[in-house]
Antibody, heavy 120, light 109 residues
Framework: QVTLRESGPALVKPTQTLTLTCTFSGFSLSTSGMCVSWVRQPPGKALEWLALIDWDDDKYYSTSLKTRLTISKDTSKNQVVLTMTNMDPVDTATYYC????????????WGQGTLVTVSS | EIVLTQSPGTLSLSPGERATLSCRASQSVSSSYLAWYQQKPGQAPRLLIYGASSRATGIPDRFSGSGSGTDFTLTISRLEPEDFAVYYCQQYGSSPPFTFGQGTKLEIK
């Protein structure tokens, strides 16, 4: 059974760095082809893809946000971490992590999401 | 960057009716790289269709996907009360790898 769960602060101040952790089970990021991505959704708005890390430690980022994002993994802990620097109120959103399997190009399992509010 | 435009923005239909949702890409997308998701309020997106026309595990056969190139369609043959939600298309491309459409809200008429 595949599960993912996001964790991190519910509230961050402008200019601060956000660190989110995705803890997953039911698969391993050391398995060839496995990937974990981060996707966010501002309240009432559409989904926005942020970053992806694969089993081989290759990393991919949103063009518009890549200077602010860092994705990393800890395979032994079954965790993927996303950091986003210089947070702004427009970054207020629900942040999801999701799994993608090799050979496929969609997200088959999602976490429940964590709402991050950026406010002073 | 490939932009996905979904239409209509809102679709008002009654249970039992047929729903047709459109997703148009700014450049050609391989059919293998087009997916559809359903999202209900307060919930994470749920994968419905991948590879443009393959249903995900557990998805009822009233949901079907079609299309190629720049035009893709999600069809719900007979709407059930639980189908009223927001639907997103998603594509895999080069840089950035993934983009989503802006969503179509399917509401009860």
């Amino acid at each position: 059974q595949v599960t993912l769960r996001e964790s991190g602060p519910a509230l961050v101040k402008p200019t601060q760095t956000l660190t989110l952790t995705c803890t997953f089970s039911g698969f391993s990021l050391s398995t060839s082809g496995m990937c974990v991505s981060w996707v966010r959704q501002p309240p009432g708005k559409a989904l926005e893809w942020l970053a992806l890390i694969d089993w081989d430690d290759d990393k991919y980022y949103s063009t518009s946000l890549k200077t602010r994002l860092t994705i990393s993994k800890d395979t032994s802990k079954n965790q993927v971490v996303l950091t986003m620097t210089n947070m702004d109120p427009v970054d207020t959103a629900t942040y999801y992590c999701a799994r993608m399997r090799g050979g496929y190009y969609h997200f088959d399992y999602w976490g429940q999401g964590t709402l991050v509010t950026v406010s002073s | 960057e490939i932009v996905l435009t979904q239409s209509p923005g809102t679709l008002s239909l009654s249970p039992g009716e047929r729903a047709t949702l459109s997703c148009r890409a700014s450049q050609s997308v391989s059919s293998s790289y087009l997916a559809w998701y359903q999202q209900k309020p307060g919930q994470a997106p749920r994968l419905l269709i991948y590879g443009a026309s393959s249903r995900a595990t557990g998805i009822p056969d009233r949901f079907s996907g079609s299309g190629s190139g720049t035009d893709f369609t999600l069809t719900i043959s007979r709407l059930e009360p639980e189908d009223f939600a927001v639907y997103y298309c998603q594509q895999y491309g080069s840089s950035p790898p993934f983009t989503f459409g802006q969503g179509t809200k399917l509401e009860i008429k």
